[in-house]
């Protein structure tokens, strides 16, 4: 099917707490910033501070005036199905009364959307993701994307796709089964652009939609030290200030540039940015608005 997500969405792992606790005030006013700015795309997980995230988008659209929730179009996760426990932290502080179990079966599937479905308040999802399933590729594609799959064919979803944080294992996603869209995070970026080998091209091939996420490499591409959720190392610090100082002598922001980049590429249909805020929503959109000459990609090229 023919995914219509816009050129941005709005990634919620940091409303449900990613790295820090954000208010339930603070959720909503850059819910509301982002839809006020046009954003209509909205990504969610059950990861992302274990159902907070998908519990405050899933409030925000409810409380929106007449028939407007209905131009949202939200994605969601399979592959974490929650259970009350005590549970670790893992990069959300302060929500720790359920412990994430890996289930990529046909009733982890079943199970993972009707508790999504509860926590949001929708009756459906326009995509669902499976997500990072790394260690799991027999499980996740020999019965999670069937069950996915059956799902869409009756209607109960939009489309499927599958999300993570290589590029190797979507690829191979792409080229055995029928996926509507891959969210790849982090690995096309200024920094790490691995996904443009093989993942892009057959995407495009086979016209499955590109959602770019992780286009900041979790920080260090926007003034932060943290590469890929964790310390940055030393040699990626030095190439992320060269950057900057390459994008500064033509006067565009890195951080610009960062958003920007990944349209370049024909299969990127949408790029997906996190905010914390409604100030870092409409900072990034500021920012995606940056003119870059041409001479700036070349350089950027050049030294990537």
Known sequence: MKLSLGPYGLGTAPLGGLFAPVSE???EQALAAA????????DTAPHYGTGLAEERLGRFLRGLPGQAAGEAVVSTKIGRVLVPGQGEEDGFPGRTQYVRVRDYSRDGVLRSLDDSLRRTGLDRFDLVFIHDPDDHWEQAAGEAYPALAELRDQGVIGAIGAGMNQAEM???FVRETDLDAVLVAGRY????????GELLPECERRGVAVVAGGV????????????DYDAAPPAVLRRARELERICASHGVPLPAAALLFPHRHPAVTTVLFGARSAEEVREDLDLAATPVPGELWEELDHAG
């Open 25 to 27: 005030q603070q959720a």
């Open 35 to 42: 839809w006020e700015a046009g954003i209509r795309y909205f």
């Open 170 to 172: 979507l690829t191979r």
């Open 216 to 227: 900041f490499n979790s920080g260090v591409l926007a003034g932060g030290t943290t590469f």
């Open 189 to 196: 970026t200024l920094l790490d652009r691995s996904a443009a």
